[in-house]
């Protein structure tokens, strides 16, 4: 199997988990209808990855190949079927959350190499990608975006482990392929620790406990 369409399948079970935890937010924390529910699960599916592919000046890949939309828009309609079960649970919800992270940080940070920017914008541009489609979707839900909250659980963190697990690589000269698969399991394992025994990033000093 090739590096790209390691990346392709990445990249599409990212947006899938995306789209369906967008979806299911919304379902969650608002009252919105079919079309709600379909725009802010595909804003959380896709958003990322079209401010990267701004930033890197090339036309963003939803643009590109009707496959992104529509797996975007299945992983919404499958929230909004089954959406009455699955938001009486929040394992589901942050699992898809957490899986979604993981894979978009390292193909925004593969994207970037592959694309001739060095290891550092390769990790912020990783970061990005994995952060940016929830905080629009946290935006237009009237909420601190994840990624800002201090009771977010290390939500920054593992995406900046992930994104640099495949800049380290690409400097070292290892494949991109297999390398995205190992940074996407380093993030979303740390993400869940995180979840499961609570881990917060450190607070400045002074300021009282939530």
């Keep these: 199997m090739s590096t790209q369409t390691i990346l392709l399948i990445l990249d599409l079970v990212g947006i899938f988990a995306f789209a369906v935890d967008g979806a299911l937010t919304a ?54 079927f089954l959406g009455s079960l699955l938001t009486r649970l929040a394992k589901p919800i942050l699992l898809f959350d957490a899986a979604g992270l993981s894979l978009f940080v390292v193909i ?70 297999w390398v995205a698969v190992v940074g996407a399991l380093l993030c979303f394992t740390i993400r869940v620790l995180a979840l499961r025994y609570r881990w917060n990033a450190p607070r400045p000093p002074g300021v009282p406990p939530l």
């Design 27 to 80: 379902i969650r924390t608002a009252r919105v209808d079919i079309v709600g529910v379909l725009v802010l699960g595909l804003v959380t599916a896709i958003g990322g990855g079209i401010i990267r592919d701004v930033l890197l000046g090339v036309t963003p890949a939803t643009f590109q190949d009707w496959r992104y939309v529509t797996v975007a828009l299945a992983g919404g309609m499958l929230a909004f």
């Design 108 to 177: 925004g940070a593969a994207k970037a190499i592959e694309l001739g920017f060095g290891p550092l914008q390769a990790v912020l541009l990783g970061a990005i990608t994995g952060v940016g489609g929830g905080t629009i979707r946290d935006v237009l839900l009237n909420r601190v975006p994840t990624v800002l909250s201090a009771n977010s659980h290390l939500y920054a963190i593992p995406a900046l482990l992930g994104a640099g697990t495949v800049s380290v690589a690409h400097v070292l000269g290892f494949d991109a392929g």
